[in-house]
């Protein structure tokens, strides 16, 4: 008996083992069509998820598979991270195994651009600019939006030493993320005080406009993952997030990043 249990605790571990070797080529060889496809200049790190992976792998249907590809080149923003999660994928393996597959049906495409304070500062021209995302279950605090109460989410707290008259101060401002169509518009609105900020300096009225106008800028649409459209855009952590998804489409590797 004891023999036996051994046994099949050996082969149980055994096909655990070819599971996730098979994955891993796998996951592999679709990380190396990205970076052709998508001239990419390091691999795409590529996680195929659900247990047992072979079995999926006979349905030719893959329940997720999560994309992540860092320091991807944008023309506008520098470098920035994308990423794409993808249920419900339709590979034969056979394709998957020889690395030939290029369209992919899937049945839900969820697609992101991160942009982190660097890039975004070097785009506003502001190089040391730190970016936080305030509450969303309260108010600035200090009456930022005019003294409205208003809540802070979907917007964004930008920091950053900025030139206000003859003299250059780091200040905090209060900004709106906005989608206009495919663009995205960061709109500060005032200055701002509460935990998020960085700095306490109070920019005299006569220079707020101006100050406010170098948090103020418009970034043109941005290609997402596989082309999806971009439905949303906030604040996470110290990034700034473009969100797409969509429902049964059909999309080629070569687009993970489009011109």
Known sequence: MRKLILSLVLLVALAVVVDFGAAAYSEYRVSRSLREGGQLNSDPAVTIGGFP????????????????????????????????????????????????????????????????????????GIPDLQV?????????????????????????????????????????????????????????????????????????APFKPAVLGLFTRTVEAQQLPFGVLPTKVYAEGSQVVIEGSGENVVINLDDLQAP
């Open 132 to 204: 936080s995302a305030p509450p969303a279950d309260k108010s600035d605090g200090t009456g930022g939006s005019g003294g409205s109460g208003m809540t802070t989410s979907g917007g964004v707290v930008l920091t950053g030493t900025v030139p206000i008259g003859p003299l250059s101060a780091a200040v905090s401002v209060q900004a709106d993320l906005l989608l206009d169509g495919e663009d995205v518009k960061i709109v500060a609105t005032d200055l701002y005080f509460g935990p998020e900020g960085k700095a306490d300096f109070t920019v005299p």
């Open 53 to 124: 992976f072979l079995t999926q792998a006979v349905n030719g249907k893959y329940d997720n598979v999560e994309i992540r590809a860092r320091g991807v080149d944008s023309q506008i923003l520098g470098e920035v991270t994308i990423e794409a999660n993808l249920r419900g994928v339709n590979i034969p393996a056979s394709d998957l195994v020889n690395g030939s597959v290029k369209t992919v049906p899937v049945d839900q495409l969820d697609g992101r651009i991160l942009i982190d304070a660097t890039a975004l500062g070097q785009f506003l």
